[in-house]
């Protein structure tokens, strides 16, 4: 049975349920599928700069993510070669847009803020996308369970394995040969830590651990790993001792982060990332389909723009599918077959704006963020002393990024 639908988003992560929850707020009824049984927390937290704050806001979600996560007031990036801080910035600073905004927003929270702002029954769980075909104006999205979805709008935010960002012809993401091994601590009382975005670098490992609030640090390692070393994230136990003693020379309190934190409370993952020329002729969008967030620019942690930049998505393809939709409902058409087109055309130029407003900004932090990794992961004692100078380069960038507006969800 075919069961028609107006929009249907494939993934409740961050970009998929932030698009529902704009375009709700226009008024417009969107389907999320995810293939999981639940919303997935998989990350556990992540920076969120001053533009991810903008479009939170721009959705109306901001103040109540503000008062379960503090502010952070300062970067200090120390080498662990030496021990030492090699730089330390200011977060408050003004930029272009106004003053810089940073948190570490806990994953689960996100994604519960969010799918709290959505009517009962938008998202289904259990709901894998097997196949995509083609229907006049609409697209059929074959279910795993036998069910047939019509829908009017296909939008993939089903992350880096994408199904969609395949039928549109993009190429997997390549494989950076970093790893990333990300966790949380929990405290029972006060973890002591000052609000700030603590980094380190050095020997090819990068690290760092930032509050979330008063209880609770969310910590990262990235390195390039053996084959030998690949095998750890087998037994989880030796892949923490294996952590710890290729820290380096970091203070005793940010080693005991991570030496307290419990065994099914880090994941360790492959980094991938998409060529960014691929954004520059790949197809973001063919008529009525479009990918947003990782489907669509999958890039590596260096910057912390990966769900920040998910987020924009969001609220722009929200902005240009309502442009599209709502335009179209408020215009009476006379026939059927005439208003279906003429629908069918107002989507297609609604998502081919989200691709042109989307595209060169993908570039620009997949490529930021690459560099910043490749710089700041690199081995040999001539990297480690250059990195010492190019550092204030590479925070500044950080904040450079994150001054940026993607715009409120309306254009009127």
């Known amino acids: 049975m075919e069961v028609v639908e107006e929009v249907v988003i494939v993934g409740a992560g961050i970009a998929g349920l932030t698009t529902s929850v704009g375009l709700h707020r226009l008024g417009i009824r969107s389907l999320v599928l995810e293939t999981s049984e639940s919303l ?125 960002s395949k039928w549109l012809g993009f190429k997997p993401p390549a494989f950076t040969g970093r790893h990333a ?36 640090v969310y910590w990262f390692f990235t390195w390039t790993p053996t084959n030998q070393e690949k095998e750890l994230e087998k037994n989880p136990a030796e ?25 099914d409370a880090f994941v360790s993952s492959p980094l991938r990332f998409r060529h960014p020329w691929e954004l520059l002729w790949g197809n973001i969008s063919r008529g009525n389909v479009c990918v947003a967030g990782d489907a669509l620019h999958p890039m590596t942690p260096d910057l912390g723009q990966g769900g920040c930049s998910a987020i924009e998505d969001g609220v722009v393809l929200a902005r240009c599918l309502g442009e599209a939709l709502l335009k179209n409902s408020r215009q009476e058409m006379k026939g059927k077959s005439e208003q279906g087109k003429e629908e069918y055309k107002k989507i297609v130029m609604g998502l081919n704006k989200f691709a042109n407003e989307r595209r060169w900004r993908g570039f620009d932090l997949i490529s930021t963020g690459y560099m910043v990794g490749l710089m700041q992961g690199s081995e040999g004692k001539m990297m480690s002393t250059l990195n010492k100078y190019l550092a204030p380069i590479l925070v500044r960038w950080l904040l450079q990024k994150a001054d940026f507006d993607c715009g409120k969800l309306s254009s009127i």
């Open 40 to 164: 997935r927390t998989t990350g556990f937290a992540f920076t969120t700069w001053t533009n991810a704050w903008k479009a939170l806001d721009a959705i109306g979600i901001g103040e109540s993510l503000r008062r379960q996560h503090e502010t952070l007031h300062r970067n200090v990036t120390y080498s662990t070669v030496s021990g030492l801080p090699v730089f330390e910035m200011s977060l408050k600073d003004k930029g272009k847009q106004g003053d810089h905004e940073v948190r570490c927003v806990q994953r689960k929270l996100l994604l519960e803020a969010l799918a709290n702002e959505l009517p009962s029954g938008t998202i289904r769980f259990s709901s894998k996308v097997v196949s995509i075909e083609e229907s006049g104006y609409f697209k059929l999205l074959h279910l795993a369970d036998g069910t047939i979805l019509k829908a009017k709008v296909l939008v993939g935010c089903d992350g880096v394995n994408s199904v969609v």
């Open 181 to 216: 091994i990300r966790g949380r601590a929990n405290y029972k009382n006060s973890h002591g830590f000052d609000p700030m975005f603590m980094q380190f670098f050095g020997n090819g490992v990068r690290s760092g651990a930032i509050p979330c609030d008063d209880k609770t």
């Open 239 to 263: 892949m923490k001792q294996f952590m710890l003693s290729k820290l380096g020379n970091i203070p005793d309190e940010i080693k005991a982060v991570i030496g307290n934190t419990e065994l």
